[in-house]
Nanobody, 115 residues
Framework: VQVVESGGGLVQPGGSLRLSCEAT????????MSWYRQASGKERELVAGITSTGITTNYPDSVKGRFNISRHRTKKMIYLQMNSLKPEDAAVYYCKLRVLDREYWGQGTQVAVSS
């Protein structure tokens, strides 16, 4: 199983980024994919999750109304649309796949928010 994130980069405050994550190497239809982030010196936190049937988790207040998780219709792929980015959103964003009670993490993609 492989989990690969992409789409990070440097953006100015108020800007937008779209992260992508694709999971490959498994065929099970039921799974959950989630976005986490970890800022320097802080613990990793859940940002959003989505099931294979499209059910999403609640967003933490810190990103509610600004971030949106979605999934590809046919691929095991999810996206995180991040709008109105703030300096405090800067972090390494990780994608996690949970399938059959096992978890697989991607390597992470860096998001920097700075003018």
């Amino acid at each position: 199983v492989q989990v690969v994130e992409s789409g990070g980069g440097l953006v100015q405050p108020g800007g937008s980024l779209r992260l992508s994550c694709e999971a490959t190497g498994f065929t099970f239809a039921n799974y959950v994919m989630s976005w986490y982030r970890q800022a320097s010196g802080k613990e990793r936190e859940l940002v959003a999750g989505i099931t294979s049937t499209g059910i999403t988790t609640n967003y933490p207040d810190s990103v509610k109304g600004r971030f949106n998780i979605s999934r590809h219709r046919t691929k095991k792929m999810i996206y995180l649309q991040m709008n109105s980015l703030k300096p405090e959103d800067a972090a390494v964003y990780y994608c996690k796949l949970r399938v059959l009670d096992r978890e697989y993490w991607g390597q992470g993609t860096q998001v920097a928010v700075s003018s």
